[in-house]
């Protein structure tokens, strides 16, 4: 085989990249019809995109709020999650997943993941579950849906509720029914990196017409339908999300169907490609997807068979012109905010260590979202790259 880039040899792809976030006229036009108006809050772009998105992901109701963290925050807050209770997470997570248990004075407990799909692991879920546990929060991670059915046994028979945080989830679907209204509820972030954005902001799903209300009374300053603006029933915030925000998300919403299914094609590509290759594991779909997002795209390296470490495997792929990374490089109760160490808050946590977690934050790569927009040709590019540097892994 070729020589590798990292070595002087010529780079296997030239790929100019999609630019993220996807924008054009329309989005202009969405905002300066807003501007004109004057209506910047509470307006018509904010109720059609709430539907719209609600729609999307076959869920009956959708309640917007100014980030994806706020959004698991209200969930538990409404629900009735606090001090003393346990609620329970994954591992392999954003910080915003357990940031949302201690916001609300509740104490996070770690779980494991599953390596097929770097997913919650429901077998450690009812090994962590104790009396203290009010709610499990599963991540559907990379936009793979954590393994509800057994989840929503597991919660129904202990009396828990289930919050999804769908922040990867935008767009998939499991046995038809959307992510984020699988679980009582589910939180969506719009975040700028996020595969539709609005620079900042969220949405709370759920089918529970009850929960919905109590939910957006939450994010408006605790006003009731039907009372008085001056009049407050509930302990609340206001998390309300502007029309401008609302109407670029209405633009973005219309062209994320589309998107998905590229991106799904083309992880298909990688899939088949990747898998082929000693050395690197793929993550496989679990069959009950009816459709799948892709936050990012994942591959394991065996870093015992390459021979190499996973930082000079992504330099070699860099240099082949693949835009790859590490992705977390520890699992979230390894930061300060729990363990104390370097200044941090070292608050309580349980659950930890996570031994697939462990491996995970040593040996996955991401390959981003708008990546997965370029043409199929760049994926099969990624592919030979892959092999190129896997064949040479033992040179690095
Ligand atoms: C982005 C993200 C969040 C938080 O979303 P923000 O809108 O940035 O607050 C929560 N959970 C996961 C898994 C995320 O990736």
């Known amino acids: 085989m070729a020589k590798l880039a990292i070595a002087g040899g010529r780079p296997e792809l030239r790929v100019r990249w999609p630019k993220w976030p996807v924008r054009d006229r329309h989005e202009e036009r969405a905002l300066l019809r807003v501007l004109r108006s004057g209506l910047w809050y509470r307006g018509e772009n904010v109720r059609k995109f709430e539907e719209g998105f609600a729609r999307f ?133 719009f975040q700028v990196s996020k595969n539709i954005t609005a620079g900042d902001g969220g949405i709370i799903l759920t089918d529970d017409e009850s929960l919905a209300g109590r939910l957006r009374n939450f994010t408006n300053v605790g006003r009731k339908k039907g009372g008085a603006w001056y009049e407050h029933y509930t302990t609340s915030t206001n998390a309300r999300m502007t029309e401008f925000q609302a109407a670029i998300l209405g633009e973005q919403l219309k062209r994320l169907g589309r998107q998905t299914m590229k991106r799904q094609a083309n992880a298909r590509i990688l899939d088949r490609g990747l898998a082929a290759i000693p050395g690197i594991r793929t993550v496989v779909t679990d069959p009950r997807h009816t459709r799948r997002a892709y936050h990012m795209y994942c591959f394991r390296l065996d870093l015992e068979r390459l021979g190499t470490t996973r930082s000079r495997f992504l330099s070699a792929l860099s240099a082949e012109g693949v835009p790859c990374t590490a992705g977390y490089g520890i699992p979230l109760y390894a930061n300060p905010l729990f363990t104390g160490k370097k200044g941090g808050a070292g608050v309580p946590s349980r659950g930890a260590p996570c031994p697939e977690v462990e491996r995970v934050v040593r040996d996955c790569c991401w390959i981003m979202h708008q990546n997965l927009l370029a043409p199929g040709s760049a994926m099969r590019g990624i592919v030979r790259a892959a092999a190129k540097v896997a064949d040479h892994s033992a040179e690095l």
């Not at 999650?81 to 915003?96: K, L, M, N, Q, S």
Request: charged share 20%; net charge positive; glycine share 12%.
């Open 57 to 189: 992901q076959a869920a009956g109701y959708g309640v917007t709020c100014n980030s994806g963290t706020a959004a698991l925050e209200i969930s538990l807050a409404v629900l009735g999650v606090g001090r003393g209770d346990e609620v329970i997470v994954p591992a392999y997570t954003f910080v915003a997943t357990a940031g949302a248990v201690l916001r609300v004075g509740a104490k996070p407990v770690f779980a494991d993941i599953l390596p097929e799909n770097l997913c919650i692991d429901p077998a450690d879920v009812a090994r962590k579950m104790g009396p203290r546990t009010r709610a499990i929060i599963p991540v559907h991670f990379a936009g793979h849906i954590a393994d509800m059915d057994r989840l929503k046994k597991l919660a129904r028979r202990k009396g828990v509720h289930i919050i999804e945080d769908a922040c990867h989830a935008w767009g998939s679907r499991w046995r038809g029914k959307g992510a984020g209204a699988i679980g009582d509820c589910g939180a969506f972030s």
